[in-house]
């Protein structure tokens, strides 16, 4: 990472948008200039264009009770409306949704007609299944486009989705369901990865013989992997039985625009995961401003494909929400870039002359390795913008993208965002900003960032400090699900009634804004947030371990990699002959408890632990360790000579 990010200090190379893109551009130097004059009505007048309001609001935003918004407070509408019927009444019903593409090589075109006819059946039977507004409903699927029309089906009758990734584990999958108290859930037998079916309805099986709370009534199973289930016949019905057979009548309702449209459950710094709650009005007015612009949405004409799954916000502002408000065409793929062969993404936007890629630098580095030979095979000349997500990108790897992928001319936007933001909050525009490869760059219009030191004292120049939001945005969280009070002391606390977002950045002198990594104990693995201090709690939780430290290492190609350091029980210490073995059980161990995702990429057996006087680990040194750095400053330690002790053991 430091060394990706010295390269970024020095970056100095800027692209200046062609004449011929900025002509075309859907965004204009205008929407600065407007929002600077006046921030709320900006909002206001995207909100009115962007979407279509059943009671149109008067107030724009309430901020009387901060940390607590409102936006657009007395206006009602219909998310699911807004991103189906509305398109179809307007003439486009026969505009292609959705270009679906298996893993094993099955296809789909949706059209926006067709999917509003699914949604609507959806919707009923989730109602006939005593659904109704504000219930929780969890949704554990892979990339198909029941996943879409199920988020859609919960947000029409006004329930709150939940969505879980699939790669979670049965725990982790019970603790979101008991923690939203959620009565329905909606999964698979199974899908398709790496050429192989992985089971999704046997993970929820056991995830309801783990969850404590007993709230889930019903399980609603799409038929995908053909993989044999058992069954539980008061509890579950099938999609294909049920979903494909009700009628596609269906009178939607307006709602509050302050009406919980989602939870979306991220790691923080403790061992519990938050229930990121967000609302319908604001968070769709900004999904779908963020989309239009920062992507140069042309939607009569672009195809558009967002890699991420949508158990991600990623997948549910930029491949569910903004993108079906905008009427987009988009490709949704169920499966892994590299299967069957390494070359399957640059095959899809082949074939379905994709023209928008929205992806994660994690992803372009492992395409870099394998070589440009894999991309260059393909006809690749229909993108004309590319899009970053997750992580900072270092300027080798938006080179890389601009020219390899790119064809070496068109704009590449590097977009800062949180699963609390709901939507971007920095990223160029393109056509107006000039790109310089590494940097997030500027706020999007409306927004209000910046740059304080550790007492709350603005940074002035180019040292780095905290990112924070200044004023409220549209799309932000609304609150964490049950915790009100972890809403305030998480993000609130620090700097009074701005927003501390946990970043490090710094501004440049042209005012650009580089983002410098997290600066609390949260890692960012190829993209995804995992709590250091939630795997250390899964290892201890192994009878082997007496105590665990975690520390996110910088990786090549993952951004960072989880390293574990363990101290075993003396009891087991004496019986463990296989110190690889009993790594790897651990290794496994922390997959099954909370998902592969969070494996670690090493688990080292050591017999002390750097702490201070007081007790503290110094993760620090650990990651000195892992990243194979001289081990820094160990004066605070409570006995200095540790360091080399655990030094020998990890060698
Ligand atoms: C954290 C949020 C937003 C969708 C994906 C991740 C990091 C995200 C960037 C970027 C540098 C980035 C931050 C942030 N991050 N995008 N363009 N440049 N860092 O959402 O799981 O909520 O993680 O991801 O550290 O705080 P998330």
């Known amino acids: 990472m430091t060394v990706q990010i010295d390269h970024a200090l020095e970056e100095i190379r800027r692209f200046r948008p062609s004449p011929e893109f900025a002509a075309n551009a859907v965004a204009d130097a205008a929407l600065y200039e407007a929002a600077q004059a006046d921030r709320v009505a900006f909002w206001a007048d995207q909100s009115r264009d962007l979407l279509h309001w059943d009671k149109p609001f008067t107030k724009t935003l309430d901020w009387t009770n901060p940390p607590f918004a409102k936006w657009f407070e007395d206006g009602e509408l219909n998310v699911a409306v807004n991103c189906l019927d509305r398109h179809v009444e307007a003439g486009n019903g026969d505009r292609v949704a959705l270009h679906w593409v298996g893993e094993p090589g099955d296809t789909r075109d949706i059209t926006y007609a067709e999917l509003t006819d699914e949604v609507k059946r959806a919707a009923n039977v989730l109602t006939d299944l005593g659904v109704g507004s504000g219930d929780r409903v969890a949704i554990y699927l892979p990339m198909i486009p029941e996943a879409v029309v199920s988020m859609l089906a919960v947000a029409r009758i006004g329930a709150i989705h939940s969505v879980v990734f699939g790669g979670f584990s049965a725990d982790s999958l019970a ?5 939203a108290e959620a009565s329905l859930v909606i999964t698979a037998d199974g899908g398709y990865r790496k050429g192989k079916v992985f089971a999704l309805k046997p993970v929820v099986d056991d995830a ?34 049920t979903v494909a057979t009700a009628s596609s009548e269906h009178e939607a309702q307006a709602f509050e625009a302050e009406h919980p449209l989602f939870i979306l459950y991220t790691s923080g710094t403790t061992g519990k995961p938050k229930g990121i709650l967000h609302t319908s009005g604001g968070y769709l007015t900004q999904a779908a401003f963020t989309h239009r612009n920062v992507f140069d949405l042309h939607p009569e004409t672009d195809v558009y494909w967002c890699t991420a799954d949508v158990g991600w916000i990623t997948g549910h502002s930029y491949v569910v929400y903004g993108p079906l408000a905008n009427g987009a065409t988009q490709v949704l793929y169920e499966g892994t870039p590299d299967t069957p062969h390494p ?16 992806t994660a630098p994690t992803a372009i580095r492992s395409f870099m390795k394998l070589g440009r030979q894999i991309p260059h095979a ?39 965002w949180q699963t609390e933001t709901g939507a ?33 004292t603005p940074v002035e120049g180019e040292d780095g400090g905290l990112l924070v939001i200044t004023e409220p945005w549209p799309s932000m969280l609304r609150g964490i699900w049950g915790d009100p009070e972890r809403f305030k002391e998480t993000y609130w606390e620090k700097f009074g009634d701005k927003y501390f977002a946990g970043d490090g950045a710094r501004r440049d002198a042209d005012g650009d804004i580089w983002l410098l990594g997290r600066v609390d104990d949260v890692m960012n693995v190829s993209g995804h947030r995992l709590s250091t201090a939630e795997i250390e709690s899964s290892l201890v939780a192994h009878p082997w371990t007496a105590e665990a430290a975690v520390v996110g290492a910088a990786d ?42 969070a494996r670690p990429r090493q688990v080292f057996i050591v017999n002390e632990l750097p702490k201070t006087r007081s007790g503290k680990i110094m993760r620090r040194l650990l990651r000195d360790l892992a990243e194979g750095r001289e081990v820094g400053d160990t004066t605070t330690l409570a006995d200095t000579s540790i360091m080399q002790v655990i030094s020998d053991q990890v060698k």
Do not use: C
């Open 175 to 179: 603790s979101r369901i008991d923690d």
């Open 208 to 241: 309801l013989t783990k969850s404590v709370g007993g709230s889930v009534r019903n399980v609603l199973v799409v038929k995908r992997g053909d993989n044999e289930v058992e069954w539980n016949a008061e509890r579950d019905l099938w999609w294909h039985e």
């Open 343 to 358: 070359g399957r993404w640059w095959e899809i936007v082949e074939q379905y002359k994709v023209s928008i890629l929205y």
């Open 378 to 416: 393909f006809n690749l000349r229909s993108l004309r913008l590319l899009g970053s997500v997750g992580e900072p990108i270092n300027p080798e790897a938006w080179i890389w993208y601009r020219h390899v992928i790119g064809g070496g001319s068109i704009p590449v936007v590097d977009t800062w």
């Open 424 to 456: 971007i909050m920095i990223s160029a525009l393109p056509g107006v900003t000039d790109l310089k490869p590494g940097s997030a760059q500027v706020a999007v219009p409306g927004i209000s960032i910046d740059i304080l030191a550790d007492d709350g």
């Open 556 to 597: 090549e190609t993952t951004g960072q990699a989880v390293v574990a350091f363990v101290i075993l029980k003396a009891s087991q210490a004496a019986q463990v002959t296989d110190v690889a073995a009993a790594s790897e059980e651990l290794r496994r161990h922390v997959a099954g408890q909370i998902g592969a995702i």
